[in-house]
């Protein structure tokens, strides 16, 4: 496969808010360095010095650019393993690059990990903590409380559970409505959207679309692409960490289910 990336655009009349700059991302990972292991052979190996495990490198992200303007709502398809979800986590400053970088006009928001959640306080603890750890004054926390419990829209009594006795589609929605209750710099949602069900993903795209009114640009990573199609004004498909296509979404996702059949 050839490495050539389509040509950035640059747009002089728009703002550019994220500058992602032939990004290359390696997950460095220990293997057990073959044959079959048990825990006794691992201790010998251990005490032995031998065999050590090897460490292998996994390039995720392979010289990736890109300009995403200030009210960009950017859906990113591509199969299973093909750097989705490590775009997303350079972009939210998490990952560090082996090569080039990524400059972003403002904080980048990672939904649902820059909200902080812990599994074993309840619903309502963690609508604090979360609105307390993405920057909002305890005031701003009071005020915003109601509106994120009915977004949320959980069954009654849950918000005074332990978020352990959620359901992975509960869990979403909460950690969606906490990180919609603010704006953000940069928008980045992985996901989040899919296990909500259809009255939920509209509310979450109305939700969405008035972000993006003050936000500086949503990023988002779904395997659905009616949510994709609906939600963003531009579409970047990746391809075993390479950017296939960049552009309308309703060209992108028309050659990207051409090409893979999704
Ligand atoms: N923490 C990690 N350590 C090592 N390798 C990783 C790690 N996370 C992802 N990878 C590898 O990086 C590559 C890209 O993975 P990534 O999760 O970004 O893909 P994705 O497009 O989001 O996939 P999916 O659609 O399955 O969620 C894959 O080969 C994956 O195995």
């Given at each position: 496969?050839?490495?050539?990336q389509?040509?950035?655009?640059?747009?002089?009349?728009?703002?550019?808010?994220?500058?992602?700059?032939?990004?290359?991302?390696?997950?460095?990972?220990?293997?057990?360095?073959?044959?079959?292991?048990?825990?006794?052979?691992?201790?010998?190996?251990?005490v032995?010095?031998?065999?050590?495990?090897?460490?292998?490198e996994?390039?995720?992200?392979?010289?990736?650019?890109?300009?995403?303007?200030?009210?960009?709502?950017?859906?990113?398809?591509?199969t299973?393993?093909?750097g989705?979800?490590?775009?997303?986590?350079?972009?939210?400053?998490l990952l560090?690059?082996?090569?080039?970088?990524?400059?972003?006009?403002?904080?980048?928001?990672?939904?649902?990990v820059?909200?902080?959640?812990?599994?074993?306080?309840?619903?309502?603890?963690?609508?604090?903590?979360?609105?307390?750890?993405?920057g909002?004054?305890?005031?701003?926390?009071?005020?915003?409380?109601?509106?994120?419990?009915?977004?949320?829209d959980?069954?009654?009594?849950?918000?005074?559970?332990?978020?352990?006795?959620?359901?992975?589609?509960?869990?979403?929605?909460?950690?969606?409505?906490?990180a919609?209750?603010?704006?953000?710099?940069v928008?980045?949602?992985?996901?989040?959207?899919?296990?909500g069900?259809?009255?939920?993903?509209r509310?979450?795209?109305?939700?969405?679309?008035?972000?993006?009114?003050?936000?500086?640009?949503?990023?988002?990573?779904?395997?659905?692409?009616?949510?994709?199609?609906?939600?963003?004004?531009?579409?970047?498909?990746?391809?075993?960490?390479?950017i296939?296509?960049?552009?309308?979404?309703k060209?992108?996702?028309?050659?990207?289910?051409?090409a893979?059949?999704?």
């Open positions: 496969m050839s490495d050539a389509p040509a950035v655009a640059i747009d002089p009349t728009r703002e550019p808010i994220v500058v992602v700059d032939d990004l290359h991302i390696i997950y460095r990972v220990y293997g057990s360095g073959g044959g079959r292991g048990n825990a006794a052979t691992a201790l010998m190996r251990v032995k010095r031998e065999n050590r495990p090897q460490m292998k996994i390039h995720a992200v392979r010289g990736v650019s890109f300009i995403a303007y200030r009210g960009d709502a950017i859906g990113v398809v591509g299973n393993g093909s989705k979800s490590t775009l997303l986590k350079a972009i939210a400053g560090p690059p082996a090569k080039g970088g990524v400059y972003t006009d403002g904080q980048p928001s990672l939904l649902g820059n909200a902080a959640l812990m599994k074993d306080l309840t619903g309502s603890r963690n609508i604090i903590l979360g609105c307390l750890a993405m909002l004054t305890p005031e701003e926390t009071k005020e915003k409380y109601d509106e994120i419990v009915k977004f949320a959980l069954k009654p009594g849950f918000i005074d559970y332990p978020m352990s006795t959620y359901s992975s589609g509960m869990g979403a929605r909460l950690r969606f409505a906490i919609a209750a603010r704006t953000h710099d928008m980045l949602i992985d996901e989040a959207l899919a296990t069900d259809a009255k939920f993903k509310r979450s795209k109305a939700k969405i679309d008035e972000l993006r009114k003050d936000a500086g640009a949503v990023f988002l990573v779904a395997h659905n692409l009616d949510v994709i199609e609906e939600t963003c004004n531009r579409v970047i498909w990746l391809d075993e960490g390479r296939k296509m960049d552009g309308d979404p060209e992108v996702l028309k050659a990207y289910t051409d893979t059949g999704k």
